[in-house]
T-cell receptor, first 115, second 116 residues
Framework: AQSVTQLGSHVSVSEGALVLLRCNYS??????LFWYVQYPNQGLQLLLK??????LVKGINGFEAEFKKSETSFHLTKPSAHMSDAAEYFC?????????????FGAGTRLAVHP | NAGVMQNPRHLVRRRGQEARLRCSPM?????VYWYRQLPEEGLKFMVY????????ESGMPKERFSAEFPKEGPSILRIQQVVRGDSAAYFC??????????????FGSGTRLTVV
C-alpha cells in the first residue's frame, strides 16, 4: 500500500532563510507526486507536481522539488522564505497513471516564518 | 472561469441532524472527488464519482454517509444523523474526464462542518 510521510509537523524559519520540507513515500511503482499548500480556512492549491521527465520540478511562488527515486523522496525547497509562505504544506502521491486516482496525502507540515 | 464551488462554507448542525454539502465542479470537469480533513490531519479520500455513477467509495464510512453526482446539478455529500466525530472540513475536487490524474485535482475551498 502506498503511503506518504512528512517529517516534521511544524517547521519554523526566519524570513530570507532556506525552506526545506521533507516528504518520503512508499510505493511499489513510481508514483505521481504533488505538493499542495493550504492557507488558513482555505482549500488546497497545487504548488507543483512530478509526473514524468525532469526530476527537478519548479512550481509557483519560487518553490521547487526534486524527485529522487533511490531515496523515495520528494522534498520541497525554497531558497528564501517570505512571510507570505506561512501555511500548511501537504505532500501527496497518486499511485497510478492514465486513469482516475485517489490522492494519498501526508499529514502535513505547518510552516511558520518569523521576522 | 469559476473554480470548484462548494457551499456552504460553514455548516453547523446539532447531533442527529442531517448535513448536505454541495460541490459544483469546474466547467468541463466530469469527475468529482470528496475528501475529509479531520483537525490536525491530512486529507483522506472518501469517494470518487462521475456523472450518475459512483466509481470508488472505498473511503466512505459504511453508515450514514452517501454521495451522488446527478446528471444535472452539483454533487452532494450527505451525512445523516451527524455525530460530533463528523466535525471536519470536507473538500471537493474535480478533474477533466481524461488523464485528470496527471494534472492534479482542482480543489474547492471546502465546507467546514461543526456538530454541536
Amino acid at each position: 500500500a502506498q503511503s506518504v510521510t512528512q517529517l516534521g509537523s511544524h517547521v519554523s524559519v526566519s524570513e530570507g532563510a532556506l525552506v526545506l520540507l521533507r516528504c518520503n513515500y512508499s510505493s511499489s511503482v513510481p508514483p505521481y507526486l504533488f505538493w499542495y499548500v493550504q492557507y488558513p480556512n482555505q482549500g488546497l492549491q497545487l504548488l507543483l507536481k512530478y509526473t514524468t521527465g525532469a526530476t527537478l520540478v519548479k512550481g509557483i511562488n519560487g518553490f521547487e522539488a526534486e524527485f529522487k527515486k533511490s531515496e523515495t523522496s520528494f522534498h520541497l525547497t525554497k531558497p528564501s522564505a517570505h512571510m507570505s509562505d506561512a501555511a500548511e504544506y501537504f505532500c501527496a502521491v497518486s499511485p497510478l497513471s492514465g486513469g482516475y486516482n485517489k490522492l494519498i496525502f501526508g499529514a502535513g507540515t505547518r510552516l511558520a516564518v518569523h521576522p | 472561469n469559476a473554480g470548484v464551488m462548494q457551499n456552504p462554507r460553514h455548516l453547523v448542525r446539532r447531533r442527529g441532524q442531517e448535513a448536505r454539502l454541495r460541490c459544483s465542479p469546474m466547467k468541463g470537469h466530469s469527475h468529482v472527488y470528496w475528501y475529509r480533513q479531520l483537525p490536525e490531519e491530512g486529507l483522506k479520500f472518501m469517494v470518487y464519482l462521475q456523472k450518475e455513477n459512483i466509481i470508488d467509495e472505498s473511503g466512505m464510512p459504511k453508515e450514514r454517509f452517501s454521495a451522488e453526482f446527478p446528471k444535472e446539478g452539483p454533487s452532494i455529500l450527505r451525512i445523516q444523523q451527524v455525530v460530533r466525530g463528523d466535525s471536519a472540513a470536507y473538500f471537493c475536487a474535480s478533474s477533466p474526464p481524461s488523464r485528470g490524474n496527471d494534472y492534479g485535482y482542482t480543489f474547492g475551498s471546502g465546507t467546514r462542518l461543526t456538530v454541536v
